[in-house]
Antibody
Framework: EVQLSESGGGLVQPGGSLRLSCAASGFTFSSYAMSWVRQAPGKGLEWVSVVSGSATNTYYADSVKGRFSISRDNSKNTLHLQINSLRVEDTAVYFCAKGPELGRFDFWGQGTLVTVSS | QSVLTQPPSVSAAPGQKVTISCSGS????????VSWYQQFPGTVPKLLIYENNKRPSGIPDRFSGSKSGTSATLGITGLQTGDEADYYCGTWDSSLSAGVFGGGTKLTVL
């Protein structure tokens, strides 16, 4: 059974930093791209970033480029998102998701809430 | 402003059929498969349709998907009150090198 479990969210002041993690199990982690997708309160889904299975390639949404950094540790089946220079508009639930694989995100974690406020 | 365009809301009576549209462009729908997700309030998005028209195990055949050119459609037949949720289309955009989602459509079963 595929399981994804995020951690690391919390309340942070504008300009601050957080490191989110996602522990994966139930599949061959290194074989799949992994993404972060966020959802602001009452809003829709926003794709944030993806890292390829080998960690060779990374891509970011324009809204986070230069501030967020995605990485993975295939020896520990763990995905990370380092988020710096946080803004109020970064407040959201951050989901890790398996994929995209042929355009789909087939499994999602429960999400971790990041609140940016002074 | 989302890259993919969905109607904000749709509604229909129990037992009826509803369709939800998703409009994209050649850089996303042109070369990539479309997926659909169902999300109930306060819960995790769930994959509903993948590769334009395939259903994951456990998804009833009341749900269907199609894609034509730069548009995609989610169809739900035999509507139930339990289908009330937000529905999102998504895909990869080859020009942006980014995942993209529609803004979401809230389904109300009257």
């Amino acid at each position: 059974e595929v399981q994804l479990s995020e951690s690391g969210g919390g309340l942070v002041q504008p300009g601050g930093s957080l490191r989110l993690s996602c522990a994966a199990s139930g599949f061959t982690f290194s074989s799949y791209a992994m993404s972060w997708v966020r959802q602001a309160p009452g809003k829709g889904l926003e794709w944030v970033s993806v890292v390829s299975g080998s960690a060779t390639n990374t891509y970011y949404a324009d809204s986070v480029k230069g501030r967020f950094s995605i990485s993975r540790d295939n020896s520990k089946n763990t995905l990370h998102l380092q988020i710096n220079s946080l803004r109020v508009e970064d407040t959201a639930v951050y989901f890790c998701a398996k994929g995209p694989e042929l355009g789909r995100f087939d499994f999602w974690g429960q999400g971790t809430l990041v609140t940016v406020s002074s | 402003q989302s890259v993919l365009t969905q109607p904000p809301s749709v509604s229909a009576a129990p037992g009826q059929k509803v369709t939800i549209s998703c409009s994209g462009s050649s850089s996303n729908f042109g070369n990539n498969f479309v997926s659909w997700y169902q999300q109930f309030p306060g819960t995790v998005p769930k994959l509903l349709i993948y590769e334009n028209n395939k259903r994951p195990s456990g998804i009833p055949d009341r749900f269907s998907g199609s894609k034509s050119g730069t548009s995609a459609t989610l169809g739900i037949t035999g509507l139930q009150t339990g289908d009330e949720a937000d529905y999102y289309c998504g895909t990869w955009d080859s020009s942006l090198s980014a995942g993209v989602f529609g803004g979401g459509t809230k389904l109300t079963v009257l």
